[in-house]
Protein backbone atom coordinates (compact mmCIF):
# COMPACT_ATOMS: atom_id res chain seq x y z
CA UNK A 1 0.00 0.00 0.00
CA UNK A 2 1.58 3.37 -1.06
CA UNK A 3 1.13 5.76 1.53
CA UNK A 4 3.16 8.88 0.12
CA UNK A 5 3.63 10.27 -3.52
CA UNK A 6 7.08 9.61 -4.88
CA UNK A 7 7.96 13.02 -6.07
CA UNK A 8 5.73 16.36 -4.56
CA UNK A 9 6.18 19.42 -7.43
CA UNK A 10 5.58 22.18 -4.70
CA UNK A 11 8.57 24.91 -4.26
CA UNK A 12 11.02 23.78 -1.26
CA UNK A 13 12.09 25.84 1.28
CA UNK A 14 15.68 25.16 0.66
CA UNK A 15 17.66 27.31 3.74
CA UNK A 16 16.31 30.26 6.06
CA UNK A 17 17.95 33.16 8.17
CA UNK A 18 16.24 35.52 10.06
CA UNK A 19 16.65 38.23 7.31
CA UNK A 20 16.15 35.92 4.16
CA UNK A 21 14.43 32.71 2.95
CA UNK A 22 15.40 30.59 0.33
CA UNK A 23 13.51 28.84 -2.41
CA UNK A 24 14.09 26.85 -4.71
CA UNK A 25 17.36 28.57 -4.52
CA UNK A 26 16.08 31.48 -4.91
CA UNK A 27 16.50 33.94 -1.92
CA UNK A 28 14.26 36.24 -0.86
CA UNK A 29 14.78 39.21 1.76
CA UNK A 30 11.39 40.13 2.33
CA UNK A 31 8.24 38.24 3.69
CA UNK A 32 7.37 35.97 1.97
CA UNK A 33 3.90 33.55 0.78
CA UNK A 34 4.79 29.55 -0.36
CA UNK A 35 2.62 27.18 -1.44
CA UNK A 36 2.27 23.77 -2.91
CA UNK A 37 -0.13 24.75 -5.23
CA UNK A 38 1.12 24.33 -8.58
CA UNK A 39 -0.22 27.83 -9.97
CA UNK A 40 1.09 30.17 -7.31
CA UNK A 41 4.85 31.25 -7.27
CA UNK A 42 6.26 32.21 -4.13
CA UNK A 43 5.93 35.92 -3.66
CA UNK A 44 6.34 38.78 -1.29
CA UNK A 45 3.65 38.63 1.29
CA UNK A 46 3.57 42.32 1.79
CA UNK A 47 4.02 42.39 5.66
CA UNK A 48 7.14 44.05 7.13
CA UNK A 49 6.44 43.17 10.29
CA UNK A 50 3.74 41.82 12.97
CA UNK A 51 2.58 45.11 14.40
CA UNK A 52 1.28 45.89 10.53
CA UNK A 53 -0.25 43.24 10.09
CA UNK A 54 -4.41 42.91 9.54
CA UNK A 55 -7.08 40.73 7.79
CA UNK A 56 -6.23 41.66 4.73
CA UNK A 57 -2.76 39.70 4.90
CA UNK A 58 -4.99 36.91 5.38
CA UNK A 59 -8.15 37.08 3.70
CA UNK A 60 -6.94 36.32 0.15
CA UNK A 61 -5.89 32.82 1.11
CA UNK A 62 -9.28 31.74 2.17
CA UNK A 63 -9.99 31.48 -1.41
CA UNK A 64 -6.46 29.87 -3.37
CA UNK A 65 -8.16 26.42 -2.83
CA UNK A 66 -5.84 25.25 0.54
CA UNK A 67 -6.85 23.15 3.51
CA UNK A 68 -4.25 24.73 5.67
CA UNK A 69 -2.09 28.24 6.45
CA UNK A 70 1.09 27.97 8.67
CA UNK A 71 2.20 31.11 9.73
CA UNK A 72 5.62 32.01 10.63
CA UNK A 73 5.27 35.27 12.93
CA UNK A 74 9.05 35.46 12.91
CA UNK A 75 12.18 35.08 14.92
CA UNK A 76 9.63 34.67 18.27
CA UNK A 77 5.91 32.81 18.37
CA UNK A 78 3.36 35.41 18.55
CA UNK A 79 -0.29 34.37 17.67
CA UNK A 80 -2.48 35.99 15.05
CA UNK A 81 -5.63 37.83 16.40
CA UNK A 82 -8.95 36.22 15.65
CA UNK A 83 -10.58 38.97 13.36
CA UNK A 84 -7.50 38.64 11.42
CA UNK A 85 -8.24 34.89 10.50
CA UNK A 86 -12.35 34.85 10.38
CA UNK A 87 -12.35 34.67 6.71
CA UNK A 88 -9.79 31.60 6.25
CA UNK A 89 -12.37 30.14 9.15
CA UNK A 90 -15.32 30.34 8.00
CA UNK A 91 -13.98 28.47 4.76
CA UNK A 92 -12.74 25.54 7.11
CA UNK A 93 -8.83 26.24 6.51
CA UNK A 94 -6.71 25.12 9.38
CA UNK A 95 -4.64 27.87 10.42
CA UNK A 96 -1.38 26.40 12.69
CA UNK A 97 0.68 29.69 14.38
CA UNK A 98 4.75 28.89 14.62
CA UNK A 99 7.71 30.79 14.44
CA UNK A 100 8.88 31.27 11.33
CA UNK A 101 11.87 28.78 11.23
CA UNK A 102 9.44 26.10 12.47
CA UNK A 103 6.94 27.11 9.73
CA UNK A 104 9.74 26.34 7.20
CA UNK A 105 10.62 23.02 8.39
CA UNK A 106 6.31 22.59 8.71
CA UNK A 107 5.86 23.95 5.34
CA UNK A 108 8.48 21.19 3.44
CA UNK A 109 6.72 18.01 5.19
CA UNK A 110 3.48 19.20 4.45
CA UNK A 111 4.14 20.09 0.80
CA UNK A 112 6.27 16.60 0.23
CA UNK A 113 3.21 14.78 1.51
CA UNK A 114 0.88 17.05 -1.17
CA UNK A 115 -0.64 18.47 1.13
CA UNK A 116 -2.55 21.68 -0.14
CA UNK A 117 -1.02 24.31 2.43
CA UNK A 118 0.68 27.65 2.60
CA UNK A 119 3.43 29.17 4.41
CA UNK A 120 2.96 32.87 5.37
CA UNK A 121 6.67 33.49 6.35
CA UNK A 122 7.24 37.02 8.31
CA UNK A 123 10.59 38.30 8.30
CA UNK A 124 11.06 41.64 9.89
CA UNK A 125 13.35 44.06 8.57
Known amino acids: MKLQPDKSNAPVINAYDRAWIEV ?17 LPAAWGASNFETLDQSHFKPWAEMGVELVLFGSGQKLRF ?7 DLISQGIGVE ?29
Open 80 to 86: AKPHWLQ
Open 24 to 40: NGIRYGQSLSVTSLPEI
Open 97 to 125: TMDTAAACRTYNILASEGRKVVALLLIES
